[in-house]
């Protein structure tokens, strides 16, 4: 298999990516940069703060130029913080943490982070890929493990996101992007490179698509060929995230993790079956699958 082609295969959102973020950059030169403000937009907000004494968002604010999120984006671009504004980018805002560095909801997917790289990643060097799996549908596998890639990119950590759940795909859908070849071509052999697609903006996170859905996705997860697939990756990037199918509907969660090694079990509130998911955490570890954490999810 050869090295997949990251140049032939980019997304740029909405959003320019051209200017490297840098803490030098005033965040004025970063909203006009945007099309944000215009320079006479500056000149009055700038006119403004020194007459008041505030600061430059203090005083854009009381002009009607700019708003909380504004500022936000402006604040991340300057200490090159990756985000996204809402409304100027193919992405799904079901991405939360592409568009929301403030969400508390993104506190908690950084604080699930912190403990993956003390307990997974960081622990051994080899370790670069986990699974997120779940026990049934609808527990927010996809979303988990799409915020997830986001804030480990955000980190600076050359992260690749990997759709593996080629029964009922999402990745593609909540990165608006096109999901022609993806991981089934690859492993069906219909393709001899990976089509990983670099999102520009989101500027350290790669996606590679779940492609068509096959008639034999557990046939194609057991060949040899994920397994060469993943060793490749390995080499190439720090952080590897898998989406997976449901794991007691579907044995391909359990193939998954254990090529991986190790599991991100998922629950939802109000929604999870104990047992279902009790049966299903053992099924992984009689596979030697270490399930690294549990989340229970609630958004």
Not at 74 to 103: F, I, K, N, T, W
Not at 107 to 117: F, K, N, P
Not at 265 to 271: G, I, S, T, Y
């Amino acid at each position: 298999m050869s090295t997949p082609d990251l140049g032939e295969n980019r997304i740029s959102a909405a959003m320019p990516s051209t200017l490297p973020p840098s803490t030098n950059r005033l965040i004025g030169t970063i909203l006009v940069d945007s099309g944000k403000l215009t320079p006479e937009q500056v000149g009055q907000i700038s006119t403004l703060q020194k007459r008041l004494g505030v600061r430059f968002g203090k005083a854009a604010q009381e002009l009607g130029l700019l708003t909380e999120e504004d500022l936000h984006f402006a604040h991340a671009r300057q200490y090159g913080y990756p985000c996204l504004r809402r409304g100027e980018s193919r992405v799904a805002e079901e991405v939360v943490a592409a568009y929301q560095p403030q969400d508390r909801r993104v506190e908690t997917l950084r604080a699930l982070r912190s403990q993956l790289m003390l307990r997974w990643f960081a622990d051994q060097p080899s370790r670069k890929a986990i699974a997120v799996v779940s026990p049934g549908q609808g527990e927010g596998r996809s979303y988990t493990a799409a915020n997830l890639a986001v804030v480990f990119s955000q980190l600076g950590q050359n992260t690749l996101l990997i759709d593996a759940d080629m029964r009922q795909a999402r990745q593609h859908t909540l990165f608006n992007v096109g999901n022609l070849v993806g991981l089934s071509g690859v492993l069906s052999g219909r393709s001899t490179t990976a089509p990983l697609l670099r999102l520009n903006d989101l500027a350290s996170l790669t996606l590679l698509t779940a492609g068509p859905q096959p008639p034999n996705p557990q046939e194609l997860l057991g060949r040899d060929v994920l397994t060469k697939l993943l060793d490749k990756f390995a080499r190439m990037f720090d952080v590897i995230i898998i989406d997976t199918p449901a794991g007691t509907t579907y044995a391909d969660a359990q193939m998954i993790a254990a090529h991986t090694g190790g599991a991100l079990m998922l629950a939802h509130k109000d929604h999870t079956n104990l047992s279902g998911a009790v049966e299903f955490a053992d099924n992984l570890r009689e596979l030697d699958v270490t399930l690294v954490g549990a989340v229970l999810n609630v958004f």
